[in-house]
C-alpha cells in the first residue's frame, strides 16, 4: 500500500484544475533545450539496452521545471514513476517500502533532495550503487545484517541547492543537469501553449509582457496568465489584451522587470540600510524579516541574473543597475566593490 504522507500521487500534485499545463513529452517542452536534446539520447539509449536509465540529478531554481521533466522521464521510458521528498521521508522504514515497491527500471522522483536526513541518505547509497538494502536487525553482539535486493531503477533528485548535497551522494548521480532560468522567445512560447490549452484568446504583444514580467520562471508565466485572465474577464469580455495585461500586472504590483514587493524590499535594505553592502545573508534576511534559504533560492537568482546584485566573499552587493531600478544615485564607492569584485574570488559564503 502506498503511503499518502510520503507518496503524492498524480492529483495531488496536479495544481492546475482541470487542464493540465505541464507538457507530457520531450517535444512539448519547451526551453532548455541542451538539456532536453542529451537526456532525449540517454533515455534511447538506455531503452535499447534494456536497462534502468543511470541516476539524473536536476538542480536549479524553483518553478523551471524540474518535476514536470522527472514526470516526462518516466513516461518516456515507458515506466511508472513515483514521487517523494526529502522532508517527506521521515524515517528508513519509509524509503525502505518505496524502494522495495519499485518495478524494474521505474522512476523515483525525490524532490528537496538536499533535505534528507543524512541517516536516510545512507541506505541511498547501496540502493543506488548496487540495487540493494541492507538490513540490520538486532542490537550489539547480536545485530546482523542482511542485504535484500532491489530492482533496477533510475533515481531523479530534484534541488535548488546542488552545493548542499555531499560528495557521496552527488558522485551517485550519472547525469547532472542544471537548469537555466528561460528566455523571454521560450516564455512567449509556453503562455501561448498555456493560453491554448486553457482556451484563452491573447495578443502577442499582451503574451510578451506577460513573459517579460515572468522572472525566467514558466510556473510564474502560468501563474500570473491565469490572473491576467480574471482580470480580461471583469474587465475586457474575456480577452487578454496589451493594455489590460499591463493593468493586471500593476495591480498585482508586478513591476516591468517582474520584481515584485519583495525583490524591492531587499534592494531597498541593501541600498539604504547597508549603503549598498557588503552585507552578510542573514544580517539581510533578519533586516527584511525574511527567511535566509527564501532570499538565496527564491529571491536573489533573479536579481543576480539582472545583474542587481552580487554574492562576493564578504556579502550581498548591489550594483550600479540596481540603483537605477530602484531610483537612487549611486555612491562613489561603487567602482571599487566593482574592481574587488573582478580581483577576488566571487565564492559565496553568505
Ligand atoms: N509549462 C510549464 N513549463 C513548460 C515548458 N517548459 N514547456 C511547455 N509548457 C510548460
Redesign the pocket.
Known amino acids: 500500500m502506498e503511503d499518502k504522507r510520503f507518496i503524492a500521487n498524480k492529483e495531488l500534485i496536479e495544481d492546475d484544475g482541470d487542464v493540465s ?3 507530457k513529452t520531450f517535444d ?5 533545450e541542451k538539456i532536453k536534446a542529451n537526456l532525449k539520447v540517454y533515455v534511447a539509449a538506455s531503452k535499447a539496452r534494456g536497462e534502468a536509465l543511470d541516476h539524473v540529478l536536476l538542480y536549479g531554481p524553483p518553478g523551471l ?1 524540474k518535476t ?1 521533466l522527472s514526470h516526462i522521464i518516466a513516461s518516456e521510458l515507458g515506466v511508472e514513476i513515483k514521487v517523494t521528498s526529502g522532508p517527506g521521508i521521515e524515517r528508513a522504514a519509509n524509503l525502505a517500502s518505496l524502494l522495495t515497491n519499485l518495478q524494474d527500471r521505474d522512476v523515483l522522483f525525490l524532490d528537496e533532495i538536499h533535505r534528507l536526513n543524512h541517516s536516510i541518505e545512507e541506505i541511498l547509497y547501496p540502493a543506488m550503487e548496487d540495487f540493494a538494502l541492507d538490513i540490520s536487525t538486532g542490537k550489539g553482539a547480536g545485530a546482523t545484517s542482511l542485504r535484500l535486493n532491489l530492482n533496477k531503477f533510475t533515481l531523479v533528485g530534484a534541488t535548488t541547492r546542488a552545493g548542499m548535497l555531499t560528495g557521496p551522494l552527488r558522485d551517485r548521480f550519472g547525469v547532472i543537469c542544471r537548469l537555466e532560468p528561460y528566455t523571454r522567445d521560450d516564455l512567449v512560447r ?1 503562455i501561448k ?2 493560453a491554448r490549452l486553457l482556451k484563452i484568446e491573447i495578443d502577442g504583444d499582451a503574451a510578451a509582457e506577460l513573459a517579460s514580467r515572468s522572472r525566467g520562471t ?2 510564474i508565466a ?1 501563474r500570473l496568465l491565469k490572473r491576467v485572465r480574471d482580470f480580461a474577464q471583469v474587465f475586457n469580455a474575456g480577452k487578454i489584451d496589451l493594455p489590460i495585461t499591463v493593468r493586471a500586472l500593476n495591480d498585482m504590483e508586478i513591476d516591468p522587470l517582474g520584481l515584485d514587493y519583495n525583490d524591492i524590499k531587499l534592494l531597498n535594505a541593501l541600498i539604504n540600510k547597508f549603503g549598498g553592502g557588503p552585507t552578510g545573508l542573514d544580517t539581510l534576511a533578519a533586516a527584511i524579516n525574511e527567511d535566509a534559504g527564501t532570499i538565496e533560492d527564491v529571491i536573489e537568482p533573479y536579481l543576480i541574473q539582472l545583474g542587481f546584485i552580487a554574492r562576493t566573499p564578504r556579502g550581498r552587493i548591489a550594483l550600479r543597475d540596481a540603483y537605477a531600478h530602484v531610483g537612487i544615485k549611486p555612491p562613489q564607492k561603487l567602482t571599487e566593490q566593482l574592481s574587488f569584485l573582478t580581483t577576488e574570488n566571487t565564492g559565496d559564503n553568505g
Do not use: D
Open positions: 499545463l505541464r507538457p512539448e517542452y519547451i526551453g532548455q521545471g514536470t509556453i501553449r498555456s514558466p510556473r502560468n
